[in-house]
């Protein structure tokens, strides 16, 4: 089929534009970031997706994909329309669904036969009635058009394989011709007649859901609004484990054996970052304000991940001494998780602000992510050597677990550390060899 992805040069965008040409389509990527586009027709990937360079390269080559800021360009030849744009938080926590909008005038402007616009943008099902409404004052529903609602559960850093061997796949729609469309442009991932590497291949039967578009978008909300619960479910009794003197990791292990829960997603740590889970969380709990629904325990899970920060901040300042002016600290993992060079909503940028406005100098490092964090924070000095990020601070947090931090030389932190505390929020190293080269520890849980 001949498919056009809106935003394609973004996460969502640029992960479906290739995972559909992967599948055998022919792939139109718009984007107005002129720079990326740029980057992406000459085979450089401006994200860190596992196994995305190599296959862009090879549809490149094959003509299967192609990237244009023009929408005209984009979308004259297609016959379906993905809209991946981003549709972040307002102030009040609704979402801003502008972009999604100037690009439902454009399709309406533009659209010429009958052309399937399926959303892949998260976003309340009012938003959706708002691109119908504004397609339908020039186009003839089920004519010309069908708006189609179909999320997508891509984890950063792993895209493609989301892609390719998803949970599942919902789509939401009112039409039998749309969704008709949608089977085909699935079809060959699920009979598993794509031909695709290895590392992409699943024999797992893919459930295939079709709902309503209301529907479609709620499993959407309530997938990410579970997650997040997990997450701040599990912070939760991490603290209480450090108050009781109980282990968080056995607790998890232990919680993790009965099926009904499992261990997935149940590590602890500074919180949930990202593009998506707060913005997400913060979307439903607005729109239940909207619909007279009290949403407690939504509303509680925000307020965990708020104060999980603040608990890291405090193990941070307290350690260090009465006060946290002319202190240094070290934040070691700045995109807002590991194997990422994403630092949208990071909360380790969160942190370093929080520790700059209150006196103390901030050391970065990453292994992906500095010019992203430099561009964002500009009050911390940043490092490319992580034993550099350490000289002479009092403190240092260590925030994800790439390999990278599992195999500090403790020996030479301890010689390069003034007064060695180390918060391990993702428990990462051993404390007793932390304890024996003469460095404090203290961590989560
Ligand atoms: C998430 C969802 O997983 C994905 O299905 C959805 O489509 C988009 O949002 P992503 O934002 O890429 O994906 O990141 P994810 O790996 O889920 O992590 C989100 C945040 O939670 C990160 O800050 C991560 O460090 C944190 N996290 C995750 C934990 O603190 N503990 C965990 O056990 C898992």
Do not use: W
């Not at 100037?102 to 959706?128: C, G």
């Not at 989301?162 to 079809?187: K, L, N, T």
Request: glycine fraction near 8%.
């Amino acid at each position: 089929m001949r498919v056009c992805v809106v935003g394609g040069a973004g996460y969502v965008g640029l992960v479906t534009g290739v995972g559909l040409a992967l599948l055998g389509h022919e792939v139109m990527c718009v984007d107005v970031n002129s720079t990326r586009v740029e980057e992406l027709e000459n085979g450089n990937s401006p994200i860190q997706e596992e196994g995305l360079e190599p296959v862009l390269a090879e549809l490149l080559q094959r003509g299967k994909i192609r990237f244009t800021t023009s929408i005209e360009t984009g979308i004259e030849q297609a016959e379906i329309v993905f809209i991946a744009v981003a549709t972040p938080s307002l102030p009040d926590g609704g979402t801003d669904s502008s972009h999604a909008v100037t690009v439902a005038r454009d399709l309406a402007r533009l659209i010429h036969r009958y052309t399937v616009v399926a959303v892949k943008s998260t976003m309340p099902v009012e938003t959706l009635d708002q691109l119908d409404s504004v397609l339908k004052e020039r186009l003839i529903p089920g004519k010309q058009f069908d708006l189609v609602s179909n999320p997508e559960f891509l984890r950063e850093g792993r895209g493609l394989r989301d892609f390719f061997r998803p949970d599942r796949i919902v789509v939401g729609s009112d039409s039998e011709p749309a969704f008709s469309v949608m089977r085909q442009v699935y079809q060959p991932l699920i009979d598993g007649s794509a031909e695709l590497p290895e590392a992409f291949r699943t024999d797992t039967p893919i459930p295939y859901l079709e709902t309503t578009p209301s529907t479609a978008q709620m499993i959407k909300y309530a997938s990410n609004a579970f997650l997040a619960t997990r997450i701040s479910f599990i912070n939760e009794i991490a603290g209480l484990c450090q108050r009781l003197n109980a282990d968080v990791g056995a607790v998890v292990e232990g919680l993790g054996l009965d099926p009904r829960i499992g261990k997935a997603y149940l590590q602890p740590g500074i919180g949930f970052g990202g593009p998506c889970l707060e913005k997400d969380l913060t979307a439903l709990v607005r729109l239940a304000q909207d619909n007279n629904y009290d949403p407690v325990l939504l509303d509680s899970v925000l307020q965990r991940n708020h104060l999980q920060l603040i608990e890291v901040q405090n193990k941070l300042i307290n350690g260090m001494g009465p006060s946290p002016v002319g202190k240094t600290v070290a934040v070691l993992g700045l995109a807002f998780k590991e194997g990422t060079n994403d630092v949208r909503n990071s909360l380790a940028l969160r942190l370093m602000k929080d520790l700059a406005d209150s006196g103390a100098t901030v050391h970065g490092h990453d292994p992906l992510a500095i010019p992203e964090a430099e561009e964002q924070f500009q009050d911390a000095t940043y490092f490319e050597n992580v034993y550099e990020a350490l000289a002479g601070v009092d403190a240092a947090v260590v925030l994800n677990s790439v390999a990278e931090y599992r195999d500090l030389d403790l020996e030479r932190v301890a010689a390069t550390m003034k007064d060695g505390l180390l918060v391990d929020v993702r428990g990462v190293l051993n404390s007793g060899d932390v304890l024996s080269h003469g460095l404090r520890y203290d961590s989560i849980g």
